[in-house]
């Protein structure tokens, strides 16, 4: 099967380019400095780039919340015109879980691409994914640089990316299911519990000082709304495992 991955060089890109590879399929990595040179924003390459294609998995991804909304909503409004010129039958979106519920800037960005999703002509699966346990080591490997470890009160339920790229290839194998499907790590720690494991694992002496949120947004955070204790699929690394592999 030709499978598009676009953001297939991306942390989670690249493995689900791997695994889908692995499994024998023909894969294409979109991106604008791949082997199919796209860019979202304008649109450009995206037709020839998805000729052929039976599935597209999206992984895109941008670094603030402008860009994001120009990629991730602009773009997926040209990327599901081209897929639909070029007859692609299932249209899988990378998201996060609790995008719906947390007020942050991103967030709004992912619902709203979601629902471009849900109402566009493709049939399509969204797929919303816990933290990755490499964002938070490399979160808390840059906060630690000065020796402190700002650890602000929320709850997560990280995973490793190549767990979420072996869930993405096995739902692209399949056919379009028309809802969303969490994947969450195997445990939920508070942020403190991660700082504290890594700090032991990586033998950094950085001081962990607790950061309050305030408000609606602090009390969903600490209340798990980034979390799901009871997902369709459950990834089997914990962090402690994790961090020991790398």
């Not at 676009?6 to 695994?19: I, M, N, P, Q, S």
């Not at 897929?83 to 692609?88: N, Q």
């Not at 195997?186 to 700090?199: H, M, Q, S, Y």
């Amino acid at each position: 099967m030709r499978i598009a991955i676009v953001g297939g060089t991306g942390t989670l890109g690249r493995k689900v380019v791997a695994e889908l590879a692995g499994r024998g399929h023909d894969v294409r990595v979109l991106s604008r400095g791949g082997a199919y040179r796209v860019d979202l924003t304008t649109g450009e390459g995206l037709s020839a780039a998805l000729q052929g294609c039976a599935v597209v998995v999206d992984a895109s991804n941008a670094t603030s919340t402008k860009r994001a909304r120009q990629v991730l909503v602009g773009g997926t409004q040209k990327l599901l015109t081209a897929e639909r010129e070029a007859a692609v039958s299932h249209h899988v979106c990378v998201s996060i879980v609790g995008c719906d519920a947390v007020p942050m800037g991103y967030y709004k960005v992912k619902v709203d691409q979601e629902h471009l999703v849900e109402d566009g002509q493709v049939p399509w699966t969204i797929v919303q994914a816990t933290q990755f346990h490499e964002l938070a080591a490399t979160t808390l490997a840059a906060a630690a640089r000065f020796l402190v470890l700002p650890v602000p009160a929320l709850t997560l339920q990280t995973i490793a990316a190549a767990e979420v790229a072996r869930a993405l290839a096995d739902i692209a194998e399949g056919p379009a299911l028309g809802r969303r499907v969490h994947v969450a790590g195997p445990e939920v720690n508070t942020a403190r519990d991660l700082a504290l494991t890594w700090r032991h694992a990586t033998g950094r002496k950085a001081v962990l000082v607790p950061i309050p949120i305030p408000g609606k947004f602090g009390r969903t955070l600490r209340d798990g709304g980034l979390t799901d204790r009871e997902p369709d699929i459950r990834g089997a690394v914990t962090f402690p495992e994790w961090l020991a592999g790398q």
